[in-house]
């Protein structure tokens, strides 16, 4: 017999809120790490342009996307004012070096593909595991 499995990002998080174990937590970092770029939503006008963190329990918490689609889709459920949000894709270098700018604010946890198949992580392992991102 043959088992097929499903090789995608969103089964990965799947896998991991069913096992829990440190195996599937990596394979969903080895997706992340696959991808050629990161999305970020940008909230605001002119100069006054800001990362999009949402506050779950008092806590900031990073927004992350894998694609273009899944961070407007949040956003766009999520923020009222279309008009002054912009989805932003970095590569994966640029993206540590936003992501670390955004720890520098103080912003604690971090989300993946906000939505049904949402990813978190503390900011020390998101820091550990995206300095490890260069191509």
Sequence with gaps: MVRI??????YAVEQLHQSRTSQARKRVWDF????PSLFFVQCGSGS????????????PLAMVFT????AQQA???????????????LPTDAASMYIN???????SHVCFNHG???FDAEMD????VVGSMSR
């Excluded at 956003?75 to 894709?89: F, N």
């Design 67 to 70: 694609s273009w689609e899944r």
């Design 101 to 107: 700018a955004i720890a520098a604010q103080g912003v």
């Design 32 to 35: 992340i790490n696959a991808e």
């Design 125 to 128: 392992e998101v820091l550990l």
């Design 48 to 59: 006054s342009v800001v990362p999009w963190i949402m506050f779950e329990e008092d806590n």
């Design 75 to 89: 956003a766009s459920s999520c923020i009222e004012q279309q008009h002054e949000i912009r989805v932003v894709g």
């Design 5 to 10: 499995e499903k090789q995608t990002y969103d």
């Design 116 to 118: 049904p198949q949402r």
